[in-house]
């Protein structure tokens, strides 16, 4: 089943003539001729269509917050901020498909009642700007944009800004700033976007993937879309995987796949690359929790783990983890749990913004430390230093970026403090190049 | 609106925040605050030193607020109950936030201009641990001249933004910002640039620790060796309404008045702060009062000390005695507290 993918490897899909030959816009007219702002967002509802973004939030309960006050604009944001390490997917759907971002945006935003729109593109995916640039001028060119659109009455300006090369600007409100023409520092909520956002109007701010999504829900219906997938997990999600798999790459899944499946399936994955086992997976993206091969494979019920909300974060995260962006890593028994938290955690430390003092003091911290244990310096009290200092930046910064770096290192932490023992106890031994411990009776180690 | 502070419940204004209701009952109740400073808007909710449990959000719904909130930005509900001073976690978060602004702020107040009247010194002292976990470098800067009179020590920044605050609220034109992210973000002015403009003193004033300082003033003297009186003079610019700080006789510093939050309400201008070092300029009100027990008392006798006002008259109306049997015949005998004394 797929949704956002279905036409993405037809030659040309990035014109606007092969594209609405392929049903595209379909769903522009169906909305703006035939169906009210509040039926489309009744829609949306129905889908049970969830944030794509990370957080996992109900799309349609988002817009149904949106504060609607007389004589005051209303803006629609998308966020294509997308920098997670290991998430790849929004970058993929605009590079090949640009119109169907383009199509979703008219959609949500008639449905929200924007007259202007914005697409916040990451500042590295300068080639990807040109694109949806091109496109967004050709549907201007057809009458899909501007000034009464499709003869409906109804008015939209689409803009595309690129970001500044920062991680943290993928934070919405930090996103805003930046979109304001300001330093790109996340604000202290309350109030919320969808109160006070942009230049303190009510704003929505969805992920590339969730405003991709609404236009086959008009086109489908809500229920069509909620039947694909498990329970509260409805739909498509673009997953993104990388790592030590056959076939790397970003694939669109209907929700419900077990997550055996999708590692070891021809279809997706391909498997763990020749002669090599699988030891560790992130599941969603860099921030959220490492599991170790059994636990990823299984939950502590013994039940097979599915790719859904629900399923991935089972057990909480003492066993479970996220399903997050989408970011799917995979690794194999030759990665060195320590050097890839290192990895993350100077991420975090490079990309914190610096406005509240766990973040920018704790990041720079915990890379220190870990990379101490990484050299063969290493204390034997620094395993319990990192859990600490990662317990004190979780829930007392202004964003969720110090809950996204104090997330990978306490996990890493909680599922393979051997390895940390390991490289503190032995350090000799764990500075040589290419040296992983291999955990006695592990399913990774013979 | 009805709101209860670590049992001491008080009637503030809507739109009151928790800090400022804090405020109302006493020093000893008020959380830290390193980056809110009242009289500049947008200030507050970055250094996480204010972090407060809400046990119950309001009358209507009493749910507790699941993470920590920042008392200076949050805004009083009917009904809220909070704990600051009482609560095993927002105790435990402080040290936590203790340890991360130490962590790279040099421990140089032997050397620096600010001890005495530093607000990372009071809140290290009243919520942090004696004791460091660290053995990583700090990250440095070398020290930048803003112009003749203020003085950039970046390595002791604690970026609370404040003066960046206050150079957007009070002159025209700011001309300094903070520029990188994390922990190598600084405040810096546009290549290099010197701040400018008849009010940019008042970034010293505002500065929590030794970051900018007074280069008139520079190594001088000890703040606590300094005898501060206020004053005021016919000044065209501002208020005219100072603290003079002497030693001897010798007018060594002049600053804004600073309330009992260390916040000045009326804000000075250069001419007055870094020009009008002479008694002759001034006009001379009478000393300024001191808490007790800030170290700029020492030395210092007479009726301009304030005392503590910890409100113990309250927490006793609040005292509720355990209820149990236990035989305590073994104890001392206790005073009771005047609120059991009435009853």
């Excluded at chain 1, 694109?131 to 501007?146: F, P, W």
């Excluded at chain 2, 030693?247 to 201008?269: A, L, P």
């Amino acid at each position: 089943m797929k949704i956002l993918t279905e036409h993405i490897e037809v030659p040309g899909i990035e014109t606007i003539d092969v594209y609405r030959k392929h049903g595209g816009y379909q769903a522009v007219e169906k909305a703006l001729k035939k169906m009210t702002p509040d039926e489309v967002t009744e829609e949306v509802k129905k889908s049970g269509l969830r944030g794509r973004g990370g957080a996992g939030f109900p799309v349609g309960m988002k817009w149904s917050f949106l504060a609607k006050p007389e004589g005051v604009p209303r803006y629609l944001v998308c966020n294509a901020d997308e920098s997670e390490p290991g998430t790849f997917k929004d970058h993929y759907l605009m590079w090949k498909s640009p119109h169907t971002l383009i199509e979703g945006m008219i959609v949500s935003s008639f449905a929200l009642g924007a007259n202007t729109s914005y697409i916040y593109v990451r500042g590295e995916l300068m080639y990807v700007i040109h694109i949806l640039e091109k496109a967004i001028q050709e549907a201007y060119d057809k009458g899909l944009l501007g000034k009464n659109i499709l003869g409906s009455g109804y008015d939209l300006d689409l803009y595309v800004q690129s970001g500044g090369g920062a991680y943290i600007c993928g934070e919405e409100t930090a996103l805003l700033e930046s979109l304001e023409g300001k330093r790109g520092n996340p604000r202290n909520k309350p109030p919320f976007p969808a109160v006070k956002g942009l230049w303190q109007c009510p704003t929505v701010v969805n992920n590339v993937e969730s405003i991709a999504a609404t236009s086959w829900i008009v086109n489908n219906g809500g229920d069509a879309y909620a039947q694909i997938g498990v329970g509260r997990s409805t739909g498509t999600k673009l997953i993104s995987a990388s790592g030590h798999i056959r076939k790397p790459g970003v694939y669109e899944i209907p929700l419900g796949i077990t997550v055996e499946d999708f590692i070891y399936s021809d279809e997706w994955c391909g498997g763990i690359r020749e002669g090599h086992k699988l030891k560790a997976v992130v599941a969603g993206g860099s921030s959220v929790p490492i599991l170790p091969a059994e636990m990823i494979l299984t939950t502590a019920t013994g039940e097979k783990r599915l790719m859904t909300y629900e399923s991935l974060s089972d057990g909480g995260f003492a066993t479970g983890t996220m399903l997050g962006s989408g970011g799917f890593i995979v690794m194999d028994e030759t990665t060195c749990i320590v050097h890839n938290t290192l990895t993350f955690a100077r991420f975090y430390h490079h990309e914190s913004c610096g406005q509240c003092s766990p973040c920018r003091e704790g990041t720079g911290w915990m890379d220190k430390v870990i990379k101490r244990i990484e050299l063969g310096q290493g204390r034997k009290e620094d395993i319990d230093l990192l859990v600490d200092v990662a317990k004190k930046i979780e829930g007392n910064t202004i964003c969720p970026l110090g809950d996204a770096a104090a997330w990978p290192v306490s996990a890493a932490i909680r599922h393979f403090r051997d390895e940390f023992e390991w490289h503190i106890e032995h350090p000799e031994l764990a500075t040589q190049p290419g040296a992983v411990y291999m955990r006695p009776g592990a399913s990774w180690s013979n | 609106m009805k709101v209860t502070i670590d049992n001491i419940t008080l009637e503030v204004e809507p739109g009151t925040t928790i800090m400022q209701a804090a405020r109302m009952i006493g020093p000893e109740i008020a959380p830290p605050a390193m980056c809110y400073y009242e009289p500049l808007k947008g200030t507050g909710g970055k250094c996480r030193g204010c972090l407060v449990k809400v046990t119950a959000g309001s009358e209507k719904d009493p749910r507790p607020m699941p993470k920590l909130v920042p008392s200076c930005i949050t805004t009083v509900q009917d009904g809220m109950i909070v704990e600051n001073t009482i609560n095993e976690q927002v105790l435990e978060t402080r040290k936590g936030i203790v340890e991360f602004l130490l962590l790279n702020h040099p421990l140089d107040c032997p050397v620096c201009d600010q001890a005495g009247e530093c607000h990372l010194q009071d809140f290290s002292f009243e919520h942090g641990v004696s004791s460091t976990r660290t053995v990583e470098d700090r990250n440095t800067f070398e020290p930048v001249d803003l112009g003749p009179y203020i003085k950039l020590n970046m390595n002791r920044c604690i970026l609370c933004y404040r003066c960046v605050y206050a150079a957007d609220q009070l002159t025209e034109g700011r001309v300094h910002g903070v520029m990188h992210r994390g922990d190598h973000a600084e405040i810096s002015t546009y290549i290099e640039k010197a701040i400018d403009n008849d009010f940019s003193g008042n970034i010293i004033d505002v500065c929590p620790v030794g970051a900018l300082t007074d280069r008139t003033y520079r190594f001088k003297s000890r703040v606590w060796f300094s005898k501060p009186e206020e004053a005021h003079c016919d000044c065209d610019k501002c208020s005219g309404k100072v603290t003079l700080w002497y030693r001897g006789d010798e007018v060594i510093r002049v600053t804004g008045r600073k309330n009992e939050w260390g916040e000045v309400k009326e804000f000075i201008c250069n001419t007055c702060r870094f020009e009008r070092k002479k008694t002759s300029d001034w006009v001379i009100e009478g000393p300024t009062k001191i808490a007790r027990h800030s170290v700029i008392s020492a030395n210092k006798y007479g009726a301009n000390l304030i005392n503590p006002s910890f409100p113990i008259k309250q927490a006793a109306l609040a005292y509720k005695p355990i209820d149990d049997d236990r035989d305590r015949s073994f104890l001392p005998a206790r005073k009771s507290l005047p609120s059991s004394e009435k009853k």
